[in-house]
């Protein structure tokens, strides 16, 4: 009698652990998106609408000023996906307010 008990609970516990190392052997694995192209896209899309518009109307216009403005809002958006940027390229002369 001890015997059967004995090797139900091993055939239990066998069917239980590897029911649970195949259920978490399925999940995929969970890791961040690398948004440094995305980044990198809007930030140059920006750039150079900024500097089509100060070669155009000059660095002290309504819209370069609305342009830097979008090039804030791209560099907000690199930071909050925690993409890093070429500080050099994009956080100089102009491009800052």
Not at 11 to 23: K, Q, R, W
Not at 36 to 42: G, Q, T, V
Request: overall charge neutral; hydrophobic content about 40%.
């Amino acid at each position: 009698m001890l015997g059967k008990q004995f090797l139900g609970r091993v055939i239990l516990t066998a069917a239980l652990g590897g029911g649970l190392l195949l259920s978490s052997a399925a999940l995929p694995a969970l890791a961040d998106h690398d948004w440094a192209n995305d980044c990198h896209k809007r930030l140059e899309d920006a750039r150079a609408r900024l500097d089509h518009d100060a070669a155009r109307f000059g660095e002290h216009n309504p819209r370069v000023d609305r342009d830097r403005g979008r090039l804030e809002d791209a560099r907000r958006w690199c930071r909050d996906h925690h993409a890093d940027w070429d500080h050099n390229r994009f956080d100089v002369g102009i491009y800052i307010r």
